[in-house]
């Protein structure tokens, strides 16, 4: 069944993450514009406290009820298809909703490599609420003895080892290559030297190469006890792009042009995670989705006011990383993410990253109230020109 709207402008937004509810308020800056949130789940999902809520030290969901504006209509359900000729969202329950455009904000999801024997079946990704609940569950099955390897050396990686060795837990740290790379080296050593101080083994160098039930294999062939692995590395978005035939980098984002517009059609629109503008996506994170939510919204607004939409203009500053429940570091960067040599840790650092959690579900509040409120910190470099896509790697 195809269900219709009375409102004259109809915007489906696809994905109810940090871009997605941001985006879905925003759009009700102008009146006659009908807004249906798609979303799996009946609850947002605060994915930067999914390391606190494996531990136990945290809940990671908030309903939408205080978050969508009046007159946001909520779906739970999947998209499964985007028809851009007919201009309908197929969804998962059989159910079809017309728009005039859509707004795809799916955000990622994690990927497991096929090249790391028995990690799809073994492995427990960290990535989405799901995932992080079964993970959650196993560790309470486990003595707090038992021995916790989390693969991977970003973000969320370290942040999930200093939570469950806080908690008591045996971790080790295996990153692959050289932790947080995009930190400074005096970020880096801050973290190490908590880790180390808290228990953790850090395996900087070493790559996984085996996952079984009870242990991993490095790449040496060492073989190390393991009673749950923790999959904390690399991150995939989902095939809904691919599959509605619209071109996507290879990783699976939809490629856009500066305006976040689909180089396939105008549209679709895109935001957060699953977005590649110019091929040259942000990084995924919370600090890019929401203002990208807000920026994808305004073009959906332009092209209904029949005005030229504004490139995106954005800055990313930095990055903020839990060490368990006292401590964080705060890692400065230029506008255009690039770290410098300034970090702040402590108390301080705890802090801060606690106000930037808060401070991300909160901006979505307000928007819900004053829809056009949010702002960002702009002056990130981007191209000066948006470069032609063509030579991107695609898939259809």
């Not at 996952?211 to 006890?225: F, H, M, Y």
């Amino acid at each position: 069944m195809t269900e219709h709207n009375d409102t004259r402008h109809r915007v489906v937004v696809i994905g109810g993450g940090y871009a997605g509810t941001l985006a879905a308020n925003h759009l009700r800056m102008r009146a006659g514009v009908g807004v249906t949130l798609v979303n799996p789940r009946p609850d947002f999902v605060e994915r930067v406290r999914l390391h606190q809520f494996v531990a136990g030290t945290a809940d990671a969901t908030v309903g939408y009820g205080g978050l969508l504006g009046d007159g946001i209509q909520l779906v739970v359900d999947s998209a499964t298809r985007i028809d851009t000729a007919a201009r309908v969202v197929l969804l998962a329950s059989g159910r079809t909703l017309e728009y005039d455009y859509v707004l795809y904000a799916v955000g990622s999801t994690a990927a497991i490599p096929s090249s790391v024997r028995g990690a799809a079946e073994f492995a427990h990704p960290i990535a989405e609420f799901e995932s992080a609940r079964r993970l959650r569950a196993r560790l309470e099955e486990l003595p707090v003895g038992a021995p916790v390897t989390v693969v991977g050396g970003g973000l969320t990686g370290v942040e999930t080892a200093a939570e469950l060795a806080e908690q008591g837990r045996t971790v080790t740290l295996v990153c692959g290559g050289t932790l947080v790379s995009s930190w400074s080296a005096s970020g880096r050593r801050y973290a190490v030297k908590w880790l180390s101080r808290h228990g953790v083994t850090v395996l900087e160098t070493d790559v996984v190469t085996e996952v079984r039930p009870d242990a991993i294999v490095l790449a040496d062939g060492t073989t190390r006890s393991s009673a749950v692995t923790v999959w904390a590395t690399g991150f995939g978005v989902p095939e809904l792009a691919a599959a509605s035939g619209l071109r996507t980098d290879t990783l699976g984002r939809l490629l856009t042009d500066e305006t976040l517009t689909s180089i396939d059609d105008d549209r679709v629109v895109a935001a957060g995670d699953a977005a590649a503008p110019s091929g040259q996506p942000l990084r995924m994170s919370c600090q890019a989705a929401g203002p990208l939510g807000a920026q994808a919204a305004n073009t959906v607004l332009s092209r209904i006011a029949g005005t030229e939409p504004a490139v995106i203009n954005q800055a990313l500053t930095g990055s903020c990383v839990s060490l368990g429940r006292h401590t964080a570091m705060r890692q400065l960067a230029r506008r255009d993410d690039t770290a410098v040599n300034i970090y702040i840790g402590g108390r301080l650092g705890a802090a801060i990253k606690e106000l930037t959690c808060k401070v991300a579900v909160s901006r979505i509040r307000r928007e819900a109230r004053k829809p056009g409120s949010i702002g960002w910190v702009k002056g990130g470099r981007r191209l000066q020109q948006p470069a032609s896509v063509a030579s991107v790697g695609t898939s259809q």
